[in-house]
């Protein structure tokens, strides 16, 4: 398809174990975003990469979370001794990037359902 | 620093009703605003946004939102809404020029009944 993927759909995992979520960015999209939405919350921004730029990882919670951009395209953010209060879904969006200075859009894809317990 | 205010968790409306989901933010400098909409399992699916010019911005599904600097408000709108446009709706506002990243609100909830 040409949207933004992200697998798994669904990950439960043990309190303390490492995790891997995987974002496949639209095609020939720069920027890419992970969010993440707890219940009851709102959406929470943790990193933004931009091309061959160093990322902003501003928004990340915890050193227990990073996340990479491998050829530009495809990004896992991993979630290291994972807590409970981690659970929440992690979503990921990409827009098209550039510095142009144009207000983008940005493209959501479905998001991944972490459930530690 | 930036944020997005949606005062109300869950909006009721009937079918066929006008609707209005209210947005209120805070910014330094010109906003950029946004609405999305998410439906059940799926991720966010933008619906408009707000950069310059006109204070109606018209966008998918027959939605359009105001922007009204004095208020510093956004709010959402449809002439008349379908059980369809049952979702949750999330504002945002991007940051200063040269950040894409978005600042949500915390989302409210559109019910529409038949």
């Known amino acids: 398809g040409a949207g933004v993927s992200q697998s798994p759909s669904n990950k439960v995992t043990e309190k303390g174990k490492d995790v891997e979520l995987r974002c496949d960015p639209i095609s020939g999209h720069t920027a890419l975003y992970w969010y993440r939405q707890s219940l009851g919350q709102g959406l929470e921004f943790l990193i933004y990469f931009q091309g061959n730029s160093a990322p902003d990882k501003s928004g990340l919670p915890s050193d227990r979370f990073s996340a990479e951009r491998t050829g530009g395209s495809v990004s896992t953010l991993t979630i290291q001794r994972t807590q409970q209060e981690d659970s929440a879904v992690y979503l990921c969006?990409?827009?098209?990037?550039?510095?142009?200075?144009?207000?983008?859009?940005?493209?959501f894809g479905p998001g991944t359902r972490l459930t530690v317990l | 620093a930036q944020s997005v205010a949606q005062p109300e968790d869950q909006v009721n409306v009937a079918e066929g009703n006008p609707l209005t989901v209210k947005c209120t933010y805070s910014v330094s400098g010109n906003p950029y605003l946004f609405w999305y909409v998410q439906y059940p399992n799926r991720g966010l699916q933008f619906l408009l946004k707000y950069i310059t010019g006109d204070n109606l911005v018209k966008g998918s599904y027959g939605f359009e939102a105001e922007f009204n600097k004095s208020q510093t408000s956004f709010h959402l709108k449809k002439p008349s809404a379908l059980v369809s446009d049952s979702a949750l709706y999330f504002c945002?506002?991007?940051?200063?020029?040269?950040?894409?990243?978005?600042?949500f609100g915390t989302g409210t909830r559109l019910l529409v009944s038949p």
């Open positions: 945002a506002v991007r940051e200063e020029a040269g950040f894409q990243k978005l600042v």
């Open positions: 969006a990409s827009s098209p990037g550039g510095t142009s200075g144009r207000v983008q859009e940005q493209f």
